[in-house]
């Protein structure tokens, strides 16, 4: 069964560096999203991306983070300079199509720990 | 506002047996609502989705109801396994597509 793959599993980082997390969607779907979870929180929705440009965002989703599709088959977000409160588990979600039945298919996640 | 609230947030049963999670949403307006299963330190992996037109729908040993007019959903398991130890999580999605997430309720297996 395709995958969303997300790498990597776990990484840890100082607080003001930049880090990237990086997905890989299943191939022939064309929307794809990041969502995050905080330990023991319900999960959040980040972003949305669709034909090459952000079709939603929250407002966690401020100027430290970036997400970017540079090559047609990853899928990528960026947070420029992290902060302690960034630490949660980053899942990258895609779908087919929009529509009622159509399912997200979500990666299983990467593990942010800024320290 | 858009809310989805679980229920119990945790549960413990012996395997083997059955138990029923709950899900009340305030999400409009409403397309479907979805159950997912998800492990320990991994992504949600769906299990049912229904539309508003749809009350019941099946996966093996999971059950998922829907009463739209009440904005009420339940996930039973039946002939619970050691497997089915997780956090089932009830999402709502709206017309637009947008996803509101439960906190999820905590099941655990015990043999």
């Known amino acids: 069964e395709p995958e969303v793959t997300q790498t990597p599993s776990h990484q840890v980082t100082q607080m003001g560096q930049e880090v990237i997390l990086r997905c890989v969607p299943i191939?022939?779907?064309?929307?794809f999203y990041w969502y995050r979870q905080i330990l023991g929180q319900k999960v959040e929705f980040l972003v949305s991306?669709?034909?090459?440009?952000?079709?939603?965002k929250s407002e966690i989703f401020d100027d430290q983070f970036s997400v970017e599709r540079p090559d047609g088959s990853n899928f990528t977000l960026k947070i420029r300079s992290t902060k302690l409160e960034d630490s949660a588990m980053y899942f990258c979600?895609?779908?087919?199509?929009?529509?009622?039945?159509?399912?997200?298919?979500f990666g299983s996640g990467t593990r942010l720990t800024v320290v | 506002k858009n809310q989805v609230e679980q229920s119990p947030q945790s549960l413990i049963i012996l395997e083997g047996k059955n138990c029923t999670l709950q899900?009340?949403?305030?999400?409009?307006?409403?397309?479907?609502l979805r159950w997912y299963k998800q492990d320990t330190g991994r992504g949600p992996v769906s299990l049912t989705i229904?539309?508003?037109?749809?009350n019941t729908k099946s996966n093996g040993r999971y059950t998922a109801t829907l009463d739209a007019d009440t904005k009420q959903s339940s996930l039973h398991i039946t002939a619970s396994q050691l497997s089915d130890s997780a956090s089932y999580i009830c999402v709502v999605s709206r017309n637009d597509y947008k996803l509101s997430f439960g906190a999820g309720t905590t099941v655990t297996v015990r043999a």
């Open positions: 991306f669709y034909n090459n440009e952000i079709s939603e």
């Open positions: 899900c009340n949403y305030t999400v409009s307006p409403f397309s479907n």
């Open positions: 229904m539309t508003f037109s749809e």
């Open positions: 191939s022939n779907h064309l929307y």
């Open positions: 979600a895609s779908r087919i199509r929009t529509g009622a039945t159509y399912g997200y298919t």
